[in-house]
């Protein structure tokens, strides 16, 4: 079966007053149906970019799609024009963000934000939208929905909000679900509140998920691959547990072990975590011919100067830019 | 070992208007309510909990950095601070620094790092200018900083090198006591191992002690000895890093642990994920029982009639909770 999403060597220029840089250089990926990925990465290393460009919606003038196609069911996103977007947005393909706070509108009841998806993508009538948006709020597990359907975006909590958010995005059964670090400004229960609630959803629905996080554990929970992204390009990608348990990639490794994970077993030996020195590069030394993270590998040679590394692909599905992948 | 702080029933209330109240009507939100607890000299303590919990509040009342009223004692090398005037406090301030959570607000754009690091040097001690300079070239080294970077402003450097300048300058009194308060939670993933790393080598060189405001549970582990875990303001459990992770008890501690994502695959199929419902209850409006009854997955009718005091269940181990009471 065609997947649901194909990105082919999608190339993204955002012009800063120090030149044209590749922010996205050179990233392929698929998404099936009622598949769930996750890219992870670093500030600054094109994860949001992806998606926004998928959505259609690069800071206009800034950022633009230099080459590549976004074939979502068959049609390529980087030639649709601006009305057809605006009809897949928020209908088939929909998107919610890190901050619920601000995502919302301060001066319109929730129920008439998430109301205002139907009216406008299902010429849903204002009674008919109205109801559904209660039905959307009971979906996702707000309390008492006939009776904050009414309330201001202020009188939820930040987990309240989110499911809102959530509501909205899920309003017109989109095919694909963007979260863009969903839990990040919330609480560890609250944030185990929404991981239960997008998998039931997804089971539910069948929406393909994409979600984006620098979060290990919340990707060995959600996703089943993921895509290590590092400087606009694609370390390595995978299936989850076979990264976890084997990375490819010197980054991605590092990725891993320098976050201090909860164990099993916590009367273990407290030893010094694995750092990656450094931080990601700027804009400026993007698109460079060599690999963009040589700086902080403590694998380094001179090859790795030299040129871009080749996707080096492994019987295990997993494939990693980087030329000593087989020796990490 | 000898007990460098000593906090016995802090709380810490915020005057607040009363919604709906008439003219003058006042009433007060109770942040931080009758907690206990010690940090040992050289350990680090944690106190977790989510927003809202009072962890901030109440290592920054010991730092005596809120306008809150605070009541209760805090006894630093047995030694109350809580009664000293703003004047007599400098002896106290050289002893007890903090490490706050954004590098970016905490720093003054408008300062050298120099400046920045030199600042508690000024305030707080009569050192001379080449004392003072001598020891700002040390911290600079100390945690990883480079002599050239010196003359820089904030906004030249990256969010994990900001936070070097604040250790720097919270170091820069030779203070007995650290409150780092969410000291990584704003940097990248990568950085934060920096930082960690960085910590636990000052504590070991400087014979530090810390207070470690987090509610990254995973950083928590990594970093502390003993653990306070708070909600709504009263500390539920609190316990020595082995007991409270392989034993947590509280109910509330069992459902924040197994609510942490791992990547841990041993960790994930042992652990039955416990999802409490709803909202924590309004702080202006407490239940009369256990705080955390409405939400609990194992309340009982007596858990909303009386509140729980933080009892012993085994050794090294403290659990407010009328169900879990095991000695």
């Known amino acids: ?328 | 070992m000898t007990e460098l702080l000593e906090i016995e029933n802090l709380t810490v209330r915020f005057p607040v208007r009363r919604k709906g109240g008439g003219f003058g009507a006042k009433t007060y939100l109770t942040a931080v309510d009758n907690v206990d607890f010690t940090v040992k000299k050289g350990e680090t303590l944690a106190i977790v909990g989510e927003s809202g919990s009072g962890k901030t509040t109440a290592a920054l009342a010991i730092a005596r950095l809120v306008s809150g009223e605070t009541t209760g004692e805090v006894r630093l090398e047995g030694k109350d601070i809580l009664p000293l005037a703003q004047e007599d406090l400098k002896a106290m301030r050289r002893k007890v620094q903090v490490i706050f959570q954004d590098p970016y607000s905490s720093l003054n754009p408008r300062q050298r790092a120099e400046d920045i690091v030199r600042e508690p040097l000024d305030s707080l001690t009569d050192k001379t200018v080449n004392e003072k300079r001598g020891i700002v070239d040390d911290l600079f080294k100390a945690v990883g900083l480079r002599p050239e970077q010196k003359r820089l402003f904030p906004h030249q450097f990256s969010g994990g090198q900001r936070q070097r300048i604040g250790i720097a300058r919270a170091l820069s009194t030779r203070p007995e006591v650290i409150i780092c308060d969410e000291p990584v939670s704003a940097l990248d993933v990568a950085v934060q191992a920096q930082i960690l790393n960085l910590l636990r080598r000052l504590q070991a060189d400087f014979g530090l002690t810390y207070l470690f405001i987090s509610h990254d549970l995973g950083v928590v582990q990594h970093m502390c000895d003993s653990i306070a875990v708070m909600y709504m303001g009263k500390i539920v459990e609190y316990a020595d890093r082995i007991s409270l992770f392989s034993n947590p008890s509280h109910p509330y501690t069992e459902a924040l642990l197994s609510a942490v994502p791992t990547v841990d695959a041993r960790r994930r199929a042992e652990t039955k994920r416990i999802l409490i419902p709803g909202d924590p209850p309004d702080p202006l409006n407490l239940p009369k029982g256990c705080r955390f009854a409405s939400r609990c997955p194992i309340a009982e009718a007596r858990c909303s009639q009386s509140e729980p005091a933080l009892k012993p269940v085994r050794d090294g181990q403290l659990v407010a909770c009328h169900l879990r009471d095991g000695l």
């Open chain 1, 1 to 328: 079966m065609e997947p649901l999403l194909k990105v082919e060597n999608l190339r993204i220029e955002l012009s800063t007053r120090a030149g044209v840089a590749p922010v996205i250089d050179d990233l392929s990926f698929e998404l099936g149906h009622n598949e769930s990925i996750s890219f992870v990465g670093e500030s600054g290393c094109g994860k949001s970019m992806t998606a926004l460009a998928i959505m259609g919606l690069l800071p206009e003038g800034i950022g633009k799609v230099a080459s590549g196609k976004i074939i979502f069911d068959g049609e390529d996103l980087t030639k649709a024009s601006e009305a057809r977007l605006r009809d897949l947005r928020g209908n088939d393909i929909s998107m919610i963000f890190q901050e619920p706070m601000t995502s919302l509108n301060p001066v319109y009841t929730v129920g008439e934000q998430i109301a205002e998806v139907l009216r406008e993508h299902q010429n849903l009538s204002k009674v008919a939208a109205h109801n559904a948006a209660i039905e959307l709020l009971d979906a996702v597990r707000i309390p008492n929905p006939k009776g904050r359907v009414n309330d201001y975006p202020f009188q939820m909590s930040g987990g309240q909000r989110q499911r809102v958010m959530i509501a909205i995005a899920l309003a017109c059964k989109p095919k694909i679900l963007i979260a863009d670090e969903p839990t990040t400004a919330l609480d560890v229960t609250v944030q185990a509140q929404i991981f239960d609630l997008l998998r039931d959803l997804r089971d539910q629905t069948g929406t393909s998920i994409i979600m984006i996080t620098h979060d290990m554990g919340a990707v060995a929970e959600m996703a089943e691959r993921m895509i290590v992204m590092y400087a606009g390009r694609k370390a390595e990608e995978g299936k989850v547990q076979q990264i976890i348990e084997h990375a490819r990639h010197p980054y991605t490794k590092g990725l891993i072990s320098c976050v201090p994970h909860i164990m099993a077993d916590p009367a273990f030996e407290r030893e010094e975590l694995l750092e990656i020195p450094g931080i990601v590069p700027g804009l400026a030394e993007f698109g460079q011919d060599r690999c963009l993270f040589a700086a902080r590998c403590n694998m380094v040679t001179d090859k790795c100067l030299g040129a871009r590394p080749p996707e080096v692909s492994f019987d295990t599905g997993q494939n990693a830019a980087c030329w000593r992948a087989e020796e990490v």
